[in-house]
């Protein structure tokens, strides 16, 4: 059975702090690893990682995939009230359906 | 564009009720994916099809049933609710399968069976 798991599951940091989420996942026949930011209601496309390595960029967020330890991390840096939200991973696999597994979410608070 | 549209947004239904969740979306999408979330659970998928007149089960599929006549709408069928499908429901698609091409959400549609 795929799994996802994120950690930690929630975190409070102050305004202009630099933060991490992570990332692990055991699947079968790996396809693609994605992060999404949900607020209140659907979840927003931020990355997809297919590559060992590669930093993927926009703003002040970034993330990057390591596929022969199995995870990925999220980092924020100067972190707004706005980046406050639920940040979900999730992985596609070639092991059953098509659709993602998700982890359980990383809920972020930003205090001003 | 209006991207991917669920109806109705929320919904109380009795036990034993039915009912259909509709979902559209105007991208042209050959997949689609209909999820639950639930707290502490993360995101499930209940249903999926990957082109019209298709369909496929996912990881929670039981008591639910999917349609896809139409390459644009994808409903998600209640047959008799129970207290356990208590939920908030999504639904996505995408053009092209998982791992290839990220998937688009719908708004979400807040079920509560009583």
């Known amino acids: 059975e795929d799994k996802v798991v994120q950690s930690p599951l929630s975190l409070v940091v102050h305004e202009g702090d630099t933060v991490t989420l992570n990332c692990s996942y055991e699947v079968t026949n790996f396809r693609s690893l994605l992060w999404y930011k949900q607020e209140k209601k659907a979840p927003t496309f931020l990355f997809m990682l297919t590559s060992s390595g590669i930093e993927k960029k926009s703003g002040r967020l970034s993330s990057i995939l390591d596929k022969k330890e199995l995870f990925s991390i999220l980092n924020i840096t100067a972190t707004q009230t706005g980046d406050s939200a639920v940040y979900l991973c999730?992985?596609?696999?070639?092991?059953?359906?098509?659709?993602?597994?998700f982890g359980k979410g990383t809920h972020l608070i930003i205090q001003p | 564009n209006a991207g991917v549209t669920q109806t109705p947004k929320f919904r109380v239904l009795k036990t034993g009720q039915s009912m259909t969740l509709l979902c559209a979306q105007d991208?042209?999408?050959?997949?689609m994916y209909w999820y639950r979330q639930d707290p502490g659970m993360g995101l499930r998928l209940i249903h999926y099809?990957?082109?019209?007149?298709?369909?496929a089960k996912g990881e929670v599929p039981d008591g639910y049933n999917v349609s896809r006549l139409k390459k644009q709408n994808f409903l998600l069928g209640l047959e008799s609710a129970a207290p356990s499908q208590t939920s908030v429901y999504f639904c996505?698609?995408?053009?092209?399968?998982?791992?290839?091409?990220?998937?688009?959400f719908g708004p979400g549609t807040r079920l509560t069976v009583t």
């Open positions: 099809s990957v082109g019209e007149g298709t369909t």
């Open positions: 999730a992985v596609g696999s070639g092991g059953g359906a098509d659709g993602l597994t």
């Open positions: 996505a698609s995408s053009y092209s399968r998982q791992g290839a091409a990220e998937q688009y």
């Open positions: 991208m042209n999408h050959e997949y």
